[in-house]
């Protein structure tokens, strides 16, 4: 697992969003798409997809500093890499998105 500074660009939805990912000696891979790791939220054509993005979108404000893990930089079926992010208060964006209603736990595989 790496862990990297990232500012935050935009939230898609509940569980994607795009970052500027400092990778330390002066280096930035700009606008990366990044998935969430560790939960499942409802798509943005669904009638609760557009209240988790909102949420995920107070939680993570454009330019917003944040920390990031990455799974030995995989990226999943979309080409998306896979990060844990936390927040700059030390909280787990993930389980703030679980706690709140937004998202279910969900780890690849079947979904219900």
């Not at 990778?23 to 939220?41: A, C, E, M, P, S």
């Not at 080409?79 to 703030?96: E, N, Q, V, W």
């Amino acid at each position: 697992m790496f862990e990297y500074r990232a500012k935050i660009i935009s939230v898609y939805d509940g569980d994607t969003c795009r970052a500027d990912i400092d990778l330390g000696f002066g280096v930035v891979l700009k606008n990366q798409q990044l998935r969430v790791h560790g939960i499942d939220t409802p798509e943005m054509h669904t009638a609760t997809g557009p209240a988790a993005r909102d949420f995920a979108r107070s939680l993570m404000p454009a330019t917003l500093i944040v920390t990031l893990q990455t799974f030995k930089d995989a990226r999943e079926k979309y080409g998306r890499y896979l990060a844990k992010i936390t927040l700059p208060d030390g909280s787990d964006f993930a389980s703030a998105m679980i706690a709140a209603g937004h998202a279910v736990p969900y780890f690849g595989g079947t979904k219900s």
